[in-house]
C-alpha cells in the first residue's frame, strides 16, 4: 500500500510538473531577495545566509502543503482511501513521503547552489545540505498535519502557515543552528542530533495526527 | 500618600502607568466586548422568536 | 442510610449548563474585582521600592501573572478540547473555544507589559530572551487555535479540528521553549538580557499572588460569560437551520 500510494503520488506530481517546479522556483527568488534586501557586503550575507535559506525552505514547505490532500480531496480519493482496511497512517506516511520527494528533495538539492551566492565555503554547504536533507522530512510531516486540518477551507495557504509555522520553529532553530556552527568552526553535532530526534518523533506521531485530522475534515 | 510620587513612579511613570493602563483597556475591552456580544444575541433571539 | 446521588452528569449538557454558568459568574466576578483593588493597593501602597529597579518594577504586579494566565489557559484550552473530542462531549470544546480568546489576551498583555518593563530596566524594547520569545510563540500558538475554529462553519468539525491542533500545540510547547533556549544559548555572543523579577520583599510577593488570584477568578468569570454566549449562539444556528429545511 506504501509504495502504491509514493507511486501514485509521484505519477500524479509528474503530471502537475508546473505546479512542482513553481515551489522550488519561490524558493530561489526568495532566497535571492534577501541580498537586494540588506546590500551586497559579503560578511553580512554569510552571517544570515543559514537563517534566510531555512525561512525561504519553511515558506515554500508552506506553499507546497496545499497539494497534498487538495487534489485526492477535490475528486473523492481522500475518501477512498479512508475507508480502505489498510492503516490510514500508511497511506498518510506515503502521501507524505511521495510530497517531500517532489517538494523537499529539490529544495535540498538547490540549496547548496543558492549558498554559493552567499559566499559560504565547501563545509558549510556540506551543512547546509545535510540539515535540510533531515528538516525537510519534519517540514513535510508536520505540515501535513495543518494541510489535513484544513482541507476544503477558506483561507487557503496563509492558515496553514498560522497553524504550522510555530510548530516548525524547532526544526528552524535546530537546522539553521547547526549551519551556524560550521560556519564558527563549531560543533554542529548537537544540532543535528536535535534535528535528527525531531525527525524520529515527528515520523512516529505527526502520521497519527494528520490520519486523525483526516477524518475529522472529512466526515 | 504622596500622589507626585506616586504619579512619577521614581521616573518611570510612563512604563509603570502605560502598563496598568494597557492592561485597563484589554481586560475591559474583553468584558465590554463580551457584554455586545451578550446584547447581540438576545437581540437576535428575540428577534428569532417573533 | 440512604445516599441521595449528586448527579453531576446533568451538567454535561450544554443547556443545562446554562443556568448554573449564569448562577456562577458573579461569585467571581465579584471576588475578582475585590481582589484587584486589594492586590493593587498592596503592590503600591504597602510594597516597597525595589533597591536595584526602582519603581518600574511594579509592573510586575500585572506583567507575571497576565504571563502566568497565558500559559495555564493554555493547558487548560487543550485539556478541554482533547476531553470534547475523546469523549465527544460538546460542551467540553465549547469551554475551549471560550478559554481561547482570553489565554490569548492575556498572552498578548503580557507582551506589552514585558515590553514596557524592559524598557526602563534594560533598555531596548524587546528583548530576544527564552522567556518573551516562547510567550510571542505562544500567542501564535492562540491566533492558530483561533483562526482555525473560525475558519470553519460546522460547529463539531471545528471542535475536533481545534482539539488536534490543541493536543499537537501542547505537546510541541515543551520542545519549542527547550529550541527557544537553545537558541538562546547559542548566540551567547550577543547581549543576553534575562528579565529578573527582584528579590522579593513580603509585601511584594504577597501582591503578586493577590494579583495572580484575581486575574484567575476574573478569567472564570469572563469564561463562563462566553461559555453562555457560544452555547446560545450554537442553539441560535441550530434553531435556524431546523427552520430553513422545513
Redesign the interface.
Known sequence: MFGWIVTRDLKLAWRGRADVLSTLFFFVIVVSLFPLGVGPETQLLRAIAPGVVWVAALLAALLSLGRLFANDYRDGTLEQLLLTPQPLYLVVLGKTFAHWLVSGMPLVLMAPVLGLQFDLPPNVLLMLFISLLIGTPVLSLIGSIGAALTIGLRGGGVLIALLILPLYIPVLVFGAGAVDASIANGNPQANVYLLGAVLVLSLVFAPWATSAALRISLE | ?DWSN?LS????GF??W???L??LI??GG??LL?LR??RK?RQ??QD?HD | MSHRKFNWYKYASPAAFYPLAGKLVPWFAIPAALLFIVGLYVGFVIAPTDAQQGDAYRIIFIHVPAAWMGMLLYVLMAVYAAIGWAFNARLASMMASSLAITGAMFTFLSLVTGSLWGKPTWGTWWVWDARMTSTLILLFLYIGFISLQSAIDDARRADRAGAVLAVVGVINVPIIYFSVQWWNTLHQGATIRILNKPSMAPPMLAAMLIMVAACWLYSIAVVLVRLRCIILEREQNAALIASAST
Open positions: 500618600m506616586a513612579m521614581g521616573g518611570y512604563y509603570v502605560g502598563s496598568y494597557t492592561s484589554l481586560i474583553e468584558v463580551l456580544r451578550k444575541l437576535d433571539s428569532l
